[in-house]
């Protein structure tokens, strides 16, 4: 294992005192187990420290924060390894868990579970993020996440808003596309509202005659931050040349690729934590090829189940196409009002979510 010297000349480690080092050292060699720490005094310099995965790969984060004085060297291999354990909820079907590869450190999942708000601000029908204003919508997502926390205390649950920032269109549009892209200054606009509650955001675009090849890079600046993920939409995909709304759409494993690879170079361009992409499903046409799509250790996928009704309708839909083509993680979606629509349907309750195998990861409530 080479380690490489990103300091700056004439810096160097600063060790306490050799019984403490000398545990920080031992604690991050048991096998990728435990953080390794580096120890640094407060004239360290703010280069990118060298980080050493499980696979031995080197990876050099941002810049630390000046008043840091302990930055983590190492994936926690043997956490990760417990946590996919524990969402796989005791699955014995030998599908779960997927076969995966080690995310950069500072992933998200599964350490943490994230429920969402979905929506466009233009609109009142397309979900709870446009509906209400700010301030009742904000109160209401953290209130969820609250009811989630209750319900499973062994995970940490963050919010998430989750904008549609291309929205499939009946009409073809300047473009012929049958898609329309949101101003600039609306996702900045969700920016703001996440930034008050420390929520994640995800973009999310529903292409229509477009491709994910032309709409993805549109947002690279965003996808540059931090907090910034992704999401796309297969059943607004219409690569059979219909206008959206007249049959359910698709995207190819090779489609779902180009993204991740998109996302894990700016990933690792800028330095910045792995990335998370949610693509939506409720028929097994929506993804097809699921065996060819590749995992990254830049960007972690998350299946999340689209379809609304009865609760019985949407477990099954989950065991089928979600459950039964495992990628990597899982979502699960509610809606408020179409969850109502069929007699006896109801919203389901965190507690009756997380009976699922495996737990879903991600919640999207629209």
């Not at 080197?58 to 996919?84: C, E, Q």
């Not at 005791?90 to 599964?110: H, T």
């Not at 007699?343 to 979510?353: C, I, S």
């Amino acid at each position: 294992m080479d380690f490489v010297n990103s300091f700056a000349p004439g810096k160097q480690l600063k060790i306490f005192t050799m019984k403490k080092s000398v545990w920080l050292w031992i604690l991050a060699c048991i096998g990728g187990t435990a953080l390794g720490y580096a120890l640094l005094s407060n004239d360290s310099p703010k280069a990118a420290i060298p980080v050493i995965t499980s696979a031995d790969t080197i990876i050099k984060p941002g810049p630390a924060d000046p008043g840091l004085k302990a930055v983590p060297l190492f994936l926690d291999s043997a956490a990760y390894t417990a946590a996919v354990l524990k969402v796989t909820n005791g699955d014995s079907s030998g599908k779960w868990p997927v076969k995966d590869v080690f995310p950069l450190p500072g992933a998200i999942l599964p350490f943490k579970r994230i429920v969402a708000f979905y929506g466009n601000l233009y609109s009142k029908q397309m979900g709870i993020l446009g509906e209400l204003p700010e301030q009742q919508m904000t109160e209401k997502l953290l209130g969820e996440v609250k009811k989630w926390q209750e319900a499973d205390t062994t995970i940490e649950v963050i919010p998430a808003l989750h904008y549609i920032a291309v929205t499939a269109q009946q009409a073809p549009g300047a473009a012929g596309k049958y898609r329309l892209r949101m101003p600039f200054k609306e996702i900045d606009r969700v920016l703001k509202m996440a930034e008050k509650i420390n929520a994640l955001v995800f973009i999310d675009i529903q292409v229509g005659l477009s491709t994910v090849q032309s709409e993805v890079p549109e947002f690279e600046k965003y996808l540059k931050l931090p907090n910034v993920h992704f999401g796309i939409d297969p059943e607004f995909s219409m690569k059979s040349g219909h206008a959206p709304g007249k049959v359910v759409g698709t995207y190819d494993a090779a489609d779902i690729n180009f993204v991740t690879e998109y996302m894990a170079k700016l990933v690792r361009e800028n330095n910045i934590p792995p990335k998370i992409l949610v693509v939506h499903r409720f028929t097994q046409a929506m993804v097809t090829n699921y065996k060819q799509i590749k995992l990254r250790p830049e960007v972690q996928v998350v299946m999340d189940m689209d379809g609304w009704g009865h609760q019985a309708r949407k477990i099954n839909t989950y065991r089928r196409f979600v459950y039964g083509e495992p990628v990597q993680f899982t979502g699960f979606k509610l809606f408020y009002k179409n969850d109502l629509k069929e007699a006896g349907g109801h919203l389901m309750t965190p507690q009756e979510v997380l009976r699922l195998k495996p737990q879903p990861i991600y919640i999207q409530y629209q």
